[in-house]
């Protein structure tokens, strides 16, 4: 409990943190990243367009400089970056971000290509046509006002949007916690949802998407989901919309043809595309394209040039996986509701609280209109009964010696109120001539026609909602659109990654600290960082499967293709894997070439000896590929390495579990009968390879050299007798004869030999 002591106030850290970022949290959800779900608005956006029509920027003013659109919005209602504020507004000029642009731009306003918009001091801006609708019902008391930052001017709360803004436009942001995510509709279409909504109160998700097909991009492209999955995106309020450039071919000179993309996904970078294309292209991981090029104009057109008889199809199918030509936007319908509480909503709960939105402003706006119209129906009775007794009121007039006398006899005579009698002086005396009386008693007749209308409508909640129908369609006549986005359920392609590879011979380079790269030749001296060295030198061809075998037991295979190429250092092995805190690669193989035989099945154990075996226990035992996996402790075991032949994800394969504060030192493949051990002590164990367990899963296996005093720092499959070179601690090479040494069994200490750094 906080307790004061000397007019400081003492609390728990934890607890006073824990109010403090719940309050920051609630202010960013609130004031600047989620949506409200009546007008579908974030403040910022709110605050421009309420700043530019109190300037009177509506779609048929002279454009404003950009500059005094900000500073206006700044000074009076959003007090934060200029730059923020600026590009908020770029946004909603932008016809490739809105289905339908709020803001109407005159100048640069960026690109696709990712072209940022030119300074506010060059462009200007005024409201678009449809932003009218947000905002022309806000000076008629439908939605509320508060004060504004410093409390000097009035903000609304909402504007009394004319259709729904979050649904038509869409929008995303990401709070504390939280995020939202809505893709653009089409106007039509949600209006049509909407009116289906109010003859219906009880319309379920999967109706409305008779009327409302799915996303409209701005940028069109095909929509590739299945109409269960957008079912389910609507009903839940979160997935993702699968989207696809649309293309044509075009046939060119010489039998060959021509991609050409029309479309790219919503928010989707063109120059980014392009440069992807063109680096797969140097990569000759897309060798059917010749040539790319960006023909684009008011209108996209990425051309891609083909060899001759090459398959459209096939080159489209490995473009739209590798590329952002095909590309997910997620959806996530959280918005603020009218509490003020975000929540994650269906198709239909949002329509259905932009309804009741519209049901509140509509009877506001009749309240209002209705209050006018007896005003004003008030004073024009005066004027009726003034006419009719005219000589008087004139007499009362000049016979008054001041203002307030006349005023004062006036409402005695002809029992006016304080309204009427002001109207009455006011009035000018023409006025009450013939034609102009004939003027007043038949504006009295339309407006007392239309104060019945507006009380029979209010006085009837049918008529309410066929009004609110009849201004819905209205809107749709003015401003709505055939569809941008194709409708079509995904038939994808399938494709044989290796028929986009050039196939040549590489070498692939990976060093001690895990740089890695390949190159079509390797010179006598090798680059590497400063404290760097080699380990692994690996001959391959680009469509082979590569090796990497780490510290903590696990496994990662890639294409040759797919490691960058360069005559730098390469990329750290990070960067293509998923490797944990701490963990290095320690070996490297081609599994193609050591698959194919370039390293053979250990041999028999007794060397140029035969031995006699039954029928059934003749002929040694072949698995595919046997390799042995060592720890730095001298744990280790076999395992079958062509269950490895294959490509993994980026987060590998587990082939060995790492006992705690040990790690793998090394993986290689049993060609010959024994394996020979080479500690950081100097020390030689020799083994059979016959008494190393073999396992089928990832398991620690067992003690293969007894390393009491450092670690394990090289083995190798040898003969019984042969001859080993080394290079030691100096870098001197030396030969260590294993007929001195003998065959051990598994676990043994070893005999010294040298302390060797590498196999020469």
């Not at 097909?213 to 109409?227: A, E, H, R, V, Y």
């Not at 692994?536 to 903590?552: P, R, W």
């Not at 072949?622 to 490509?647: E, Y």
Request: net charge positive; glycine share 8%; charged share 30%.
């Amino acid at each position: 409990m906080p307790t004061k002591h000397d007019s400081i106030l003492t609390a728990a850290l934890h607890s006073e943190v824990e109010s403090r970022f719940l309050t920051y949290a609630l202010s960013t959800i609130v004031s600047r990243s989620l949506p409200d779900v009546r007008d579908g608005l974030k403040p910022v956006h709110r605050r421009i367009l309420f700043a530019m029509w109190e300037m009177g920027l509506g779609p048929a003013a002279r454009f404003r400089k950009s500059a005094a659109v900000v500073g206006e919005v700044l000074g009076k209602f959003h007090p934060h970056g200029d730059q923020a504020a600026y590009d908020a507004m770029v946004r909603m000029a932008q016809d490739f971000s809105l289905r339908y642009p709020l803001v109407e731009g005159s100048g640069n306003f960026g690109s696709l290509d990712g072209d940022p918009a030119a300074a506010m001091r060059y462009t200007e801006a005024r409201l678009s046509k449809i932003a009218e609708e947000l905002l022309v019902e806000i000076d008629k008391e439908t939605v509320g006002f508060r004060p504004n930052y410093d409390n000097s001017l009035k903000e609304p709360v909402v504007l009394p949007a004319r259709f729904p803004q979050l649904l038509v436009n869409g929008t995303s942001g990401i709070a504390v916690g939280m995020s939202c995510s809505f893709p653009p509709h089409n106007l039509g279409e949600v209006i049509d949802g909407l009116t289906a909504v109010i003859d219906n109160s009880n319309i379920e998700v999967k109706d409305l998407l008779k009327y409302i097909k799915g996303p409209d991009f701005p940028t069109s492209g095909q929509i590739l989901n299945s109409k269960k999955e957008l079912k389910e995106i609507y009903q839940s309020g979160s997935g993702a919309v699968r989207i696809r450039g649309e293309y044509s071919v075009e046939d060119l000179l010489r039998g060959k043809q021509a991609i050409v993309f029309t479309s790219i996904p919503y928010q989707v970078n063109k120059a980014k595309v392009l440069e992807r294309i063109i680096g797969l292209m140097e990569d000759k991981k897309l060798p059917q394209v010749t040539a790319v090029r960006d023909e684009s104009t008011d209108v996209i057109r990425l051309v891609l040039e083909l060899k001759a008889e090459t398959s459209v199809e096939l080159v489209t199918a490995y473009l739209f996986k590798h590329t952002d030509l095909e590309s997910n936007f997620p959806v996530n319908f959280t918005a603020l509701k009218p509490n003020m509480e975000p929540e994650r909503l269906s198709l239909k709960e949002m329509m259905q609280y932009f309804l009741d939105f519209r049901f509140e402003v509509v009877t506001k706006r009749l309240n209002y209109d209705l209050r006018l119209l007896k005003a004003r129906l008030h004073i024009l009775k005066a004027f009726v009964m003034l006419y009719d007794d005219l000589d008087t009121a004139i007499k009362i007039i000049r016979r008054a010696k001041s203002r307030e006398e006349a005023a004062e006899k006036l409402r005695k005579h002809f029992k006016f109120d304080d309204e009427q009698t002001r109207a009455i002086l006011e009035m000018q005396l023409y006025k009450l001539v013939g034609l102009e009386i004939d003027k007043l008693l038949k504006e009295k007749a339309e407006k007392t026609k239309q104060k019945k209308d507006i009380e029979a409508i209010l006085g009837s909640q049918k008529k309410i909602w066929g009004l609110i129908k009849t201004e819905l369609l209205d809107v749709k006549e003015k401003y709505g659109d055939k569809r941008k986005s194709v409708m079509k359920a995904a038939d994808d392609v399938e494709f044989s990654q290796e028929d986009f590879i050039v196939h040549e011979d590489i070498t692939i380079i990976l060093s001690q600290m895990g740089w890695i790269r390949r190159a079509k030749t390797v010179g006598e001296n090798l680059r590497f960082k400063d404290g760097d060295g080699l380990l692994a030198l690996i001959q391959a061809n680009t469509k082979d499967n590569i090796a990497i075998f780490s510290s903590a037991g696990k496994a990662y295979v890639v294409k040759a293709y797919d490691l960058p190429a360069g005559s730098g250092f390469g990329e750290p092995v990070q960067h293509l894997f998923k490797f944990g805190d701490g963990e290095k690669p320690v070996s490297a193989m081609n599994l193609t070439r050591v698959s194919a035989g370039d390293a053979a099945v250990a041999p028999a154990e007794n060397e140029g000896k035969k031995k006699k075996t039954k029928a059934k226990e003749e002929g040694p035992e072949k698995p595919a590929i046997t390799a042995l996996s060592v720890s730095a402790k001298g744990v280790g075991f076999k395992f079958d390495l062509s269950t490895f032949n294959s490509v993994t994800t980026r987060a590998g394969k587990k082939f060995a579990g790492v006992k705690a504060g040990d790690s793998i030192m090394g993986v290689g493949v049993i060609d010959q009968p024994n394996v020979l051990f080479l500690t950081t002590e100097g020390k030689a164990v020799i083994i059979p390879a016959k008494q190393i367990p073999a396992l089928t899963g990832a398991g620690k296996g067992v003690k293969l050299a007894n390393v009491k005093i450092g670690e394990v720092a090289l083995f190798r499959a040898v003969r019984k007798n042969e001859q080993v070179k080394v290079v030691d601690e100096k870098g001197k090479e030396k030969v260590i004869d294993l007929k001195e040494y003998g065959i051990m069994k598994r676990g043994a200490v070893g005999l010294k030999a040298v302390k060797a750094v590498r196999f020469a």
